[in-house]
């Protein structure tokens, strides 16, 4: 591979990193939610006349229309390209923050945050990872991908410091036009070098691609439509997997600067901020390591211990400790963002690159309902007595299951001339008897290096 291609591969990373770097406002609503509730609360002329119970509405309504956005915009991903899709996106983010800018009502900001933004996010997110992926090797899905999103993740750092000066110097409105402004221009500028790689392109392989890749290399190619995935099991059982990962981060990241503001006041950005670090690093750490050891055991890993976090969280959070919590929030920021590295990747390795845009866009829908539905139910818990508590446990004993259903994914094996097409519950038992050996350490070396295809001496490791 040339260098000028090679680095036509790191530009389009380079801008789709910029572009979710724009986009990952999302993650300071919390900064917003503050800043409405304190005008609810001080009242007075041109005071947010809002029930104080529906402050968290448009964030919701905009973690829906950003996944269901995603299947469109992921159609037009793959029809019309990535730079006019992302072009789209910029248009509807920066239409959606001027009509916040110029009305404060609720019908306004459920429009404008929750329905315009929330889609121009799904079309700028959805025009982001797919270009990315097509300039790289399959050795590097989960490292790429994990860079793309990590923009998204990352987006607080900057995002919650310079929301929190402008709403103290500017106030609400004149801050949203100034937001507006500033990533109309950022994701519109930077759509036009997010483009697919010339017809016939082949990425070059690494020397020593690791063991997922090679799965990857001895499997027929595989582009299935979205019909074909929905026939699959497997995208139920990750449907699932990701509804309650997403949920459970984004009902933490919704509400982390009003835990925060308790012990630390006009500090509490800085939570978001350092949770923020957080999950970006899951989303390169997941990828990567998804990489070497595979997606499974990595899904396994994650979700597993951001059960236990959720856990920990319930005395850390009655503490009052404001290095406890913000350490706290990382790691739940952490393990948030692996779920954006390793369900982009599980799409890609499963139903191919050439349908990718929809059918990430129909997977993605978990992410939004997700973040609605366990965003509702801890609102309504936390109104009771002890319910913050209790959402906490609620959603550690769901991340658990999702782990425990992560025994269903079977890793990628390479088909032979041999092999019948099975019935989907036929493949599903098989696969989960399989995937059950090889958890709890009961399948032989040998077995397992038969099944991927590997010379026993280098046999991938327990999970894949």
Not at 88 to 115: K, P
């Amino acid at each position: 591979m040339s260098s000028d291609v090679k680095n036509k591969g790191w530009q389009v990373v380079i801008a789709a990193t910029g572009i979710n770097l724009a986009l990952g406002v999302l993650y300071a609503w919390s900064i917003f939610k503050g800043a409405i509730k304190a005008s609810i609360e001080k009242g007075g002329p041109g005071a947010f006349q809002w029930d104080i119970k529906s402050v968290n509405d448009p964030y919701a309504v905009c973690c829906l229309t950003f996944a269901f956005a995603m299947i469109i915009a992921g159609k037009c991903q793959d029809k019309i390209g990535p730079a006019k899709t992302a072009l789209i996106g910029g248009i509807l983010v920066g239409s959606g923050f001027s009509v916040m800018a110029f009305n404060n009502s609720y019908a306004a900001w459920v429009i404008g945050f929750g329905i315009l933004a929330g889609a121009g996010f799904g079309f700028g997110y959805s025009a982001a990872t797919p270009p990315s992926l097509k300039w790289f090797s399959p050795a590097k899905t989960g490292l790429i991908a994990g860079i793309v999103v990590g923009g998204f993740g990352l987006a607080p750092v900057y995002i919650a410091p310079l929301s929190s000066f402008l709403l103290a110097n500017f106030g609400i409105q004149k801050s949203m036009l100034f937001l507006a402004a500033g990533f109309t221009i950022v994701v519109c500028g930077l759509s036009f070098l997010v483009v697919n790689p010339p017809a016939g392109y082949v990425p070059a392989e690494p020397s020593d691609p690791g063991p997922v890749a090679k799965l990857n290399a001895a499997k027929p190619t595989v582009n299935a439509s979205a019909s074909e995935m929905l026939r699959n099991y497997k995208f139920y059982v990750l449907w699932v997997a990701y509804f309650i990962g997403a949920g459970a981060g984004l009902m933490v990241i919704g509400s982390v600067a009003g835990l925060a503001k308790k012990s630390m006041g006009d500090m509490a950005f800085l939570a978001v901020a350092i949770m923020a670090v957080g999950n970006a690093g899951g989303r390169i750490v997941a990828g990567v390591l998804s990489d070497k050891i595979g997606r499974r055991a990595t899904l396994f890993i994650m979700l597993a211990f951001q059960a236990v976090l959720m856990f920990a969280a319930i005395p850390v959070v009655g503490s009052g400790s404001a290095a406890l919590l913000v350490l706290l929030a990382t790691f739940i920021g952490f393990n948030y963002g692996s779920n954006l590295a390793l369900f982009p990747s599980f799409s890609k390795d499963y139903w191919g690159i050439k349908n990718y845009g929809i059918n990430y866009g129909i997977l993605f829908t978990a992410w939004g309902v997700g973040g609605f539905v366990m965003g509702k139910v801890s609102e309504m818990i936390n109104a009771q007595p002890g319910g913050q508590s209790k959402s906490f446990m609620l959603a550690g004993i769901l991340l658990f299951v999702g782990a425990a259903m992560t025994v269903f994914l079977a890793e990628l094996k390479p088909a032979t001339a041999e092999d019948k097409t099975p019935s989907q519950w036929g493949e599903f038992w098989a696969e989960f008897r399989l995937g059950l050996r090889v958890f709890v350490g009961f399948e032989p070396e040998t077995i397992r290096t038969q099944r991927a295809g590997l010379a026993p001496g280098n046999a991938a490791l327990p999970g894949k």
